[in-house]
């Protein structure tokens, strides 16, 4: 259809049945009870530790509101974020009653947002201490201890300069972070936990070591609190975890091609045969990266199409010459390939597929919240 100057565009037609008109954005498929299972495994797993949930970049992706909303009803207390702005929003959707944590601390332009919704930064630097105790005096706090990963936190010496002062303002959780908790035999594991003992023993602040890695480590990682946060998306290396999302990408054209006929950028697939090409709608700007590029697979139902071509910004070209029938969407992350596999076809890991998805797709929900 022509669209501009003297274009006729239909009109709803006033009491036609309201139908979903078929659109080009593919469809993420988002489990929330596969969600609350994942979370009531990796409580259970965290033995006398309260299971907290991170919920930062948008709960990797898969909407931080709803998914927070499920998991505050299967009765999580303990949110963490990366950032303020994260938490104040979460704040808008959870209400006043959970903890909200900021793994970043209190950076200079934070305070009015800590304030306004009531969120826990964790400090990691004697600067946000100081800034802290000027700008917000008894608003609460934790303590994040640098145990070798060198990405954040106190450093030993650092902290027991200070571990009195800041032990009489009476912080709400004293964490660190294990670099190696996904490589249970990696002596790095033993030696941040002897040195989060150290450093935390004695003081009488619950403490928190462990995301998912470290939970499946064992009860002497679990401390008081625990962090679970690619387990509860059913990511590795939570192994057992319920899978959690399904994208689906609609068929936009069909079309055969001759023996010899190619597909895509760069001429990088050639015909053998003659074939039929389906076009899909997502690409590398929805987080489904080139580097997939004859590498993921893409399924009908059970059945593996091969990819065909260069995935390119938009589409992906996919050989569906074998199918009696192209359904009007295939799937790229599915029972068939999970976010894991999906993952190492590109070269990565499951976190980074997960925070890739773009905006694009239509995010529904199975479950309620
Ligand atoms: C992201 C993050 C987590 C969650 O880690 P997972 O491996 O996704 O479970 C926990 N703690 C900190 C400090 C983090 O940055």
């Not at 990682?221 to 319920?242: S, W």
């Not at 091969?306 to 010459?321: F, I, K, Q, Y």
Request: hydrophobic share 45%; charged share 20%; proline share 6%.
């Amino acid at each position: 259809m022509q669209i501009g100057a003297g274009a006729k565009r239909p009109l709803p037609r006033p009491g036609a049945p309201a139908k979903r008109p078929d659109m080009a954005c593919g469809t993420l498929t988002i489990d929330l009870d596969a969600i609350r299972a994942n979370w009531s495994a990796l409580a259970h797993a965290s033995g006398g530790a309260e299971a907290g949930a991170v919920i930062k970049a948008d709960a990797y992706g898969l909407g931080a509101d709803t998914v927070g909303k499920a998991l505050v009803s299967t009765g999580a207390r303990r949110f963490f974020v990366a950032l303020a702005e994260e938490g104040a929003a979460l704040r808008d959707a959870l209400g006043e009653a959970p903890d909200i944590y900021i793994f970043s601390g209190h950076m200079a332009g934070d305070t009015a947002i800590l304030r306004g919704a009531n969120l826990i930064p964790l400090l990691n630097s004697a600067g946000q201490l100081s800034r802290h105790r000027d700008a917000l005096p008894g608003h609460p706090f934790g303590i994040q201890l640098d145990t070798g990963m060198n990405r954040l936190g106190l450093e030993e010496a650092d902290w027991r300069a200070m571990a009195a002062e800041v032990l009489a303002e009476k912080p709400q959780l004293i964490m660190s972070h294990l670099a190696c908790a996904d490589e249970p035999d990696h002596p790095m594991n033993a030696a941040q936990l002897a040195a989060f003992r150290r450093m935390s023993d004695g003081t009488g602040v619950p403490r928190s070591l462990s995301a998912t890695g470290g939970i499946l480590l064992g009860p002497d990682f679990h401390f008081d609190v625990t962090r679970p946060g690619i387990g509860l998306y059913g990511g590795l290396p939570f192994a057992e975890a319920a899978p959690v999302v399904r994208l689906s990408l609609p068929v936009i054209q069909t079309r055969d091609v001759a023996a010899g006929e190619t597909v895509g950028y760069g001429n990088t697939w050639t015909a053998a045969a003659p074939a039929r090409i389906a076009t899909l709608a997502a690409g590398y700007a929805d987080g489904l990266i080139r580097a997939m590029t004859g590498r993921a697979k893409i399924f009908a139902g059970d059945t593996l199409c091969p990819l065909a071509g260069r995935v390119s910004m938009d589409m992906m070209g996919v050989d569906v010459t074998h199918l009696a029938q192209v359904p009007d969407a295939l799937d790229i992350i599915c029972p068939q390939q999970g976010v894991d596999a999906l993952a190492e076809a590109a070269g990565t890991i499951g976190y980074e597929i997960l925070t890739s998805l773009g905006h694009r797709y239509r995010r529904t929900y199975m479950g309620a919240v």
